[in-house]
């Protein structure tokens, strides 16, 4: 095992162009901070430029298959490689990183930038030993990477194949889910509503966990919080088909069928008499609204509670309800079962990046 500057590693390191372009509905895919998920580029939420901006923005170096772009802030440290026959440029706060491929394969070391040996480097980067919420470019280039001297290539594809398997299940549940929401609209979103939510909702208890405290813990249980991250809990708060909303910032709805946890923003719904997948799926139509009317506030805006539990909405009749949940219960099973399978993919890959680097296990 040797230690490398990024430096040394990348022919060159590109840091974005510190503009915002102006977005237009189609044309060349932007990557953007939050399209950097788990070491892939995560497109669920697109932005465009023209071909002119494009070139603009292009004009210091062009995204390749197998260059990594990697954020330097909000949030610090997130990582993806881009694929084969993705034409795109970077958004702000990214570096484009030109990987060397005669000293690093650059698979492996968009694995090493997730590792938690680089993750701590850049959160404590500058040596000052305090935490920074954003990362220079001569930090960045000071990272020091762990590098296989034997067995590169072959620590690369099994970890890619683990990453591949990730994104499998990905793109099944957003399938899944388009399924079960066109089913939903096709049902129900016209029916003239004969009730409010609060009749249809089941309040959980109120959590007493904090993010910070979840951040450093560990478990076998979804924490779901008010941000888009979800994290670990070792003991669960509530079970069955839950949704999850954030209390503050913007209105964002999770949904998750089995034992999970949750913070302090964040908060917990069921429905009754088994509305539960159908008070989700309704949440998720009426998004836009969620956010424009339901979250008030000066400062940050948090989610009015009252004033959504009195949104007219329709009850579905028994033989309805029945019908629909025959449909998309096992749609929504089936991605709750997903997470659990990519999270396990997650834990077995954090687990085996340090041994692969330090040479206690070989491909």
């Not at 579905?316 to 019908?323: I, Q, V």
Request: glycine share 8%; charged share 25%.
């Amino acid at each position: 095992m040797k230690y490398y500057r990024l430096a040394e590693l990348c022919r060159e390191i590109v840091d974005c162009p510190h503009s915002t372009p102006e977005w237009k509905t189609e044309g060349i895919r932007v990557v953007r901070n939050f399209n950097l998920k788990d070491g892939n580029l995560d497109f669920t939420d697109g932005y465009f430029v023209d071909e002119e901006t494009y070139k603009s923005r292009t004009r210091r170096a062009v995204p390749e298959p197998g260059d990594i772009i990697i954020s330097r802030e909000a949030p610090m440290g997130a990582v993806g490689i881009v694929p084969e026959g993705l034409k795109c440029c970077l958004g702000q706060r990214l570096v484009l990183l030109k990987v060397n491929r005669e000293k690093c394969n650059p698979s492996y070391l968009l694995f090493s930038l997730m590792s938690e040996f680089v993750q701590i480097q850049m959160k404590r980067a500058g040596g000052t030993g305090s935490i920074v919420s954003n990362l220079c470019i001569p930090d960045l280039k000071d990272l020091l990477i762990p590098v296989m001297e034997k067995g590169q290539d072959e620590a690369a594809r099994l970890l890619e194949a683990m990453n591949q398997k990730y994104m499998l299940h990905a793109r099944i549940s957003r399938h899944l889910y388009d399924m079960a929401y066109t089913i939903y609209m096709h049902l129900f979103f016209e029916k003239t509503p004969n009730g409010k939510v609060g009749d249809i909702l089941v309040e959980n208890p109120k959590s007493v966990i904090r993010v910070g405290e979840a951040k450093e813990a560990e478990g076998a249980y979804p924490f779901f919080t008010s941000g888009d991250a979800i994290l670990r809990w070792s003991e669960p708060l509530v079970d069955g088909r839950n949704c999850f909303l954030n209390t503050g910032g913007n209105g964002d709805i999770k949904f998750y069928v089995g034992g999970a946890a949750y913070s302090t923003d964040t908060w917990c719904i069921t429905g009754k008499d088994n509305l539960s997948d159908y008070l989700y799926l309704f949440l998720e139509s009426i998004r836009p609204e969620l956010d424009k009317k339901f979250f008030q506030g000066t400062g940050l805006k948090h989610l009015q509670k009252p004033l959504l539990r009195e949104r007219p909405v329709y009850i579905p009749k028994e033989g309805e309800l029945k019908a629909f949940n025959l449909r998309v219960q096992p749609c929504l099973d089936m991605i709750s079962h997903k997470a659990r399978a990519s999270a396990g993919l997650v834990s077995l890959r954090d687990w085996l990046l340090p041994v692969l680097m330090n040479g206690q296990v070989r491909v």
